[in-house]
């Protein structure tokens, strides 16, 4: 295991999905490579649980890291179409964090959690020698609710259309772009225009209003491994196939601007606030309705049937692997750390 990301398949497959601890009668979804949560049905209840690591970047601001930080770990729930509920956060924090600037990311994390209703029920909160940004902790994200609102991972069915929000590496750009942004040569126009995607990295208010609009039988954010890893994730955990349209596809401005810039596949690169959905026939003007009505831009791409894969452009798909925007990012920050040694 060396890639840097999410392990691939196989090394799921080996080393983690053969064991998984003790058998439990009240898991009704278990751990399973590319799908984003899990779930319990206590008595007919879901508990629909997902963690992910907690990402906390002191450039974009206190304030502003927060809320990312916080909406990449209720997006995996969010797919389930329930409303997350509550919230478990570990922090484990650099030394050189001051009280000031942790007391001004947690003060974002407490308001996005009240304006959606999320309570935070348990956590652990220190500074340990040997930890660096980016990555501070984990948290768990929970959703309570009915088990038939829950819209499952692998419940596409041929004959369903294929949506997507937003288009790819909307995440890849935003993020990168606002980081580093000395290191774009970009004109000005087309570098706001990038950076304001970090703004769409959300997908709560999305995946929900989607779900209540109509019959959406699956439903899967485009995170490691861009939005053809996802498409690939969907069709393999329903056991479907997928025929995809790129011409269909909504992409925001400054997308394909930054990934030739850096020479990534838009394709394959990190896009959390995109989300990819199978959606029954009859409900799509609907779900497409309420979305526009949200202000997200969304489109028919393709469509499900019998079979296995997904195919775009009439090609056979193979999982990315490897997200390229990693590596772009690692570039960027040697970049942006040998510049400011040489100021020194």
Not at 75 to 98: C, K, N, R, Y
Not at 184 to 211: K, Y
Not at 226 to 234: P, R
Request: hydrophobic content about 40%; charged content about 25%; proline content about 6%.
């Amino acid at each position: 295991m060396t890639d840097l990301g999410k392990v691939d398949r196989s090394f799921f497959d080996e080393h983690i999905y053969p064991n998984l601890g003790a058998d439990r009668d009240d898991v009704a979804i278990g751990p399973k490579h590319g799908v984003d949560f899990g779930m319990l049905n206590l008595d007919g209840t879901a508990v629909v649980m997902a963690t992910d690591p907690l990402s906390v970047l002191p450039q974009l601001g206190f304030d502003r890291a927060g809320r990312f930080a916080l909406h990449i770990v209720l997006s995996d729930v969010a797919v389930s179409g329930l409303l997350p509920t509550h919230l478990a956060v570990s922090f484990t924090l650099p030394p050189e964090i001051t009280d000031e600037q942790f007391a001004e990311l947690w003060a974002a994390i407490d308001e996005e959690c009240r304006e959606l209703g999320i309570s935070i029920v348990t956590g652990h909160t220190a500074r340990y020698g040997g930890v660096d940004y980016s990555w501070v902790g984990g948290a768990t994200a929970m959703a309570v609710g009915d088990p038939d609102d829950v819209v499952r991972p692998d419940g596409a069915r041929p004959g369903d259309k294929v949506l997507v929000t937003k288009g790819p590496a909307v995440e890849a750009t935003g993020l990168l772009t606002t980081l580093f942004p000395d290191q774009f040569d970009l004109s000005e126009e087309v570098l706001q225009e990038a950076q304001s995607r970090l703004d769409e990295t959300r997908t709560v208010r999305d995946a929900t209003t989607a779900a209540a609009a109509g019959p959406v039988t699956a439903m899967h954010d485009a995170t490691e491994g861009g939005l053809f890893g996802a498409l690939d994730e969907v069709a393999e955990g329903a056991g479907v196939r997928l025929d995809v349209d790129t011409d269909e596809i909504p992409v925001q401005p400054g997308v394909f601007a930054v990934c030739d810039s850096l020479g990534i596949d838009p394709w394959l690169s990190t896009s959390s606030g995109t989300l990819v959905m199978t959606v029954g026939a009859d409900g799509v003007d609907d779900v497409l309705a309420e979305l526009d009505a949200r202000g997200t831009p969304a489109a028919v791409v393709g469509e499900v049937s019998e079979g296995t894969g997904v195919y775009v452009d009439g090609e056979l798909l193979e999982h990315p692997g490897v997200d390229p925007s990693w590596a772009a990012y690692e570039q960027l920050a040697a970049n942006a750390a040998d510049a400011a040694d040489d100021g020194e």
